[in-house]
């Protein structure tokens, strides 16, 4: 049984733009996230943004740091969403 979250939506896509847009390669993000203390290869960096690998929460928060993102929201801008009166 596998306590982890899985992904039901890919956010890769944005991380991959946003990855794009500081200049940076997989390599160089899988290092800068190894530098923080977390476990990144870049294959498995490879992997989240092609949204075959669930991202972590400490990863995201991390990422947010070195795209120097404003908000959490640039990483999930244009993603299917439903809201519902009955939840």
């Known amino acids: 049984m596998s ?3 899985k992904q039901d939506i890919s956010i890769g896509g944005n991380l ?7 200049g940076l ?3 160089q993000v899988s290092a800068k996230l190894e530098l923080m203390g977390l476990y990144m ?3 498995i960096y490879a992997k989240i943004e092609q949204g075959r690998y669930s991202i972590k929460v400490s990863v995201l ?9 404003e908000s959490y929201d640039v990483f999930f801008e ?10």
């Open 25 to 27: 390669t997989q390599e």
């Open 78 to 87: 244009g993603l299917p969403y439903c809201l519902s009166n009955s939840v």
């Open 16 to 22: 991959q733009r946003l990855r794009k847009q500081v």
């Open 61 to 69: 928060m991390a990422l947010k740091e070195i795209y120097c993102a």
């Open 3 to 5: 306590n982890g979250l």
């Open 41 to 43: 290869t870049p294959e």
